[in-house]
C-alpha cells in the first residue's frame, strides 16, 4: 500500500512521541538496583552524557562546545554552564583545541564513561523489552529504514 506524505509524517510524529515518553519514564525513574550510582544527575544531564558519548564517535580528542550546544539545541552560555556542572562532578574533561587554541574540547572523562556505560546498559534492557512484541524480521526491517534515513541525512 501506498503511503502519502501525510501518512508518513503521522508515523514520524508517532514514533517522536514514543521515543520522547520512553527517554522521559526512564531517565526519570528511580531504579534502586541500576540507576542508584547514576542519580544526582538531572534528565538534561544525562542526555548530556549520551550526547557527548556519540559525538566523540571517532573525535578522541572531544569536541567543541558549540557542537555539543547545537547538538542539544542550547544555547552556548546554558551549554557552558552545563558543563561546568560536568565537570565539577567530574563526569567531563576540559582540554585545549588541537585544531584551534582558542577553544576547549570537552571529552567525557573516566567517570563519565564508566556512568554512561551504567546508563546504556540500562535503556538498552528497557529498549530489549519495548522491541520484544516486533518479530525479528521486523527489527532487522527497523534498523534498515532507520539506518537508511541516518545516511541520507549525515552523509550526503
Known amino acids: 500500500m501506498l503511503q502519502t506524505a501525510a501518512d508518513i509524517t503521522a508515523s514520524v510524529h508517532k514514533f517522536e512521541t514514543i521515543l520522547h515518553q520512553f527517554k522521559r519514564d526512564n531517565l526519570n525513574e528511580v531504579d534502586q538496583s541500576h540507576y542508584q550510582k547514576i542519580m544526582g544527575l538531572s534528565v538534561r544531564q544525562m542526555n548530556a552524557l549520551g550526547a557527548l558519548n556519540r559525538l566523540m564517535t571517532n573525535r578522541q580528542e572531544g569536541i567543541p562546545l558549540k ?30 583545541n588541537p585544531r584551534d587554541r ?11 564513561e564508566s556512568r554512561f556505560q551504567m546508563l546504556f546498559n540500562g535503556m538498552k534492557e528497557k529498549l530489549d523489552t519495548l522491541f520484544s512484541i516486533l518479530s525479528q524480521e521486523d527489527k532487522e526491517n527497523f534498523c534498515r529504514i532507520v539506518d537508511t534515513l541516518y545516511n541520507h541525512v549525515y552523509n550526503k
Open 102 to 112: 582558542r577553544s576547549l574540547c570537552i571529552r567525557l572523562s573516566e567517570e563519565g
Open 67 to 96: 557542537t555539543l550546544a547545537h547538538y542539544l539545541r542550547m544555547s552556548i552560555p546554558s551549554t557552558s554552564l552545563l558543563v561546568d556542572s560536568m565537570v565539577k562532578k567530574g563526569l567531563f574533561d576540559r582540554k585545549e
